[in-house]
């Protein structure tokens, strides 16, 4: 994919998220099964990263489980960062919420966080939405260059295709004047049907993509599962590990 095509994906998205922040978010009022399940293993007092934080939904969860580390949640959705403000608001949690854009080639420069490396990084979502192998590359050095020595970072990309009802929200790329040649494989675009209407991209990963990732970034795949939706297999969880300790 050229970059030309890959900013119009990524503008296409943006468009998205800021019309539809709000029925997206009221879609969003419960956290999956999954993140759940990777919270339930984070100590208490762990600095956590959290990017594409969308409406706050995990500084909810750590807030209402006293969570006492750092928490630094970025998403380049205004609209989003301002609900997730509004839906954390202990003054004992130390929490952060910042705009950035994830694709950008420094996004991890221009946020101001608290501290410099982080013991957790998540990623519930996200790379998904990120067009082209080389941003993603980009994406993912930035996340290992922001993790602790002994950090975890997890990911959660939606398996869309597991799911004949989510197979019927596949449209045409022509939809918005791109051809099939243009895109990479795995590449899909998709309706939006709940408070509006609206088409986003996504990158539908298999086990295999995903390790070959984290191989070239100087990551090591050390856990993987399938969670989510009423199947319990619309979302593939890896976590990761810097590849040297």
């Given at each position: ?94 929490v952060q919420f910042i705009q950035g854009d994830l694709t950008a080639s ?36 930035q996340v290992r260059g922001l993790l602790a020595s002994r950090g975890r ?70 856990n993987e599962f399938l969670s989510d939706g009423k199947t319990g297999n ?12």
């Amino acid at each position: 994919m050229d970059a030309e095509v890959a900013q119009r994906l990524i503008a296409l998205n943006k468009a998205f998220y800021q019309k539809l922040a709000s029925p997206f978010s009221a879609t969003r009022s419960q956290l999956q099964a999954g993140v759940k399940r990777v919270l339930g293993e984070v100590p208490e007092d762990a600095n956590i990263l959290d990017l594409g934080c969308g409406n706050g939904g995990v500084a909810r969860e750590l807030e209402q489980r006293w969570h006492t580390g750092k928490y630094v949640g970025v998403d380049f959705s205004e609209e989003l960062l301002a609900i997730a403000r509004k839906n954390v608001t202990s003054p004992r949690f130390k929490v952060q919420f910042i705009q950035g854009d994830l694709t950008a080639s420094d996004w991890n420069l221009q946020s101001p966080f608290f501290i410099d490396h982080f013991d957790f990084i998540f990623a519930f979502a996200v790379l998904h939405h990120v067009p082209s192998h080389k941003l993603r590359l980009d994406f993912l050095k930035q996340v290992r260059g922001l993790l602790a020595s002994r950090g975890r970072f997890t990911l959660s990309n939606w398996q869309f295709l597991n799911s004949p009802k989510l197979k019927e929200r596949i449209q045409p790329w022509e939809k918005i004047g791109v051809s099939d040649s243009q895109v990479d494989e795995g590449d899909y675009l998709l309706d939006w049907r709940s408070g509006g209407k609206g088409l986003r991209y996504v990158h539908h990963f298999d086990t295999a993509e995903l390790e070959a990732l984290a191989e070239e970034t100087d990551f090591r795949v050390v856990n993987e599962f399938l969670s989510d939706g009423k199947t319990g297999n619309l979302a593939l969880y890896q976590i990761w590990a810097p590849a040297k300790m």
